[in-house]
């Protein structure tokens, strides 16, 4: 649906989820794929932070009605 976050492509990785504020949302647990329901928050901007092998790669999300 309009409300999922999808995360693919990602091996083996930990994806946390951020309100515009900067404030923790949620983590994500990514083995190959992995989806987030976020119909539950606010409409508005929030930030998947993907961590892996030591690397950290930040994406904008922006959730609408």
């Given amino acids: 649906t309009g409300s999922t ?3 693919a492509g990602a091996d083996s990785a930990q994806a946390s989820l951020f ?3 900067g404030c923790y949302v949620a983590d994500i647990a ?3 794929t ?3 329901d976020m119909s539950a928050l606010a ?3 929030y930030f998947v932070r993907l ?3 030591g690397t950290v790669k930040t994406f904008k ?3 609408r009605k």
């Fill in 61 to 63: 999300v922006v959730k």
């Fill in 51 to 53: 961590s892996q092998n």
């Fill in 5 to 7: 976050l999808y995360i």
């Fill in 30 to 32: 990514v083995a190959q």
């Fill in 43 to 45: 409409t508005g901007v």
């Fill in 34 to 36: 992995a989806s987030y």
């Fill in 19 to 21: 309100n515009a504020a």
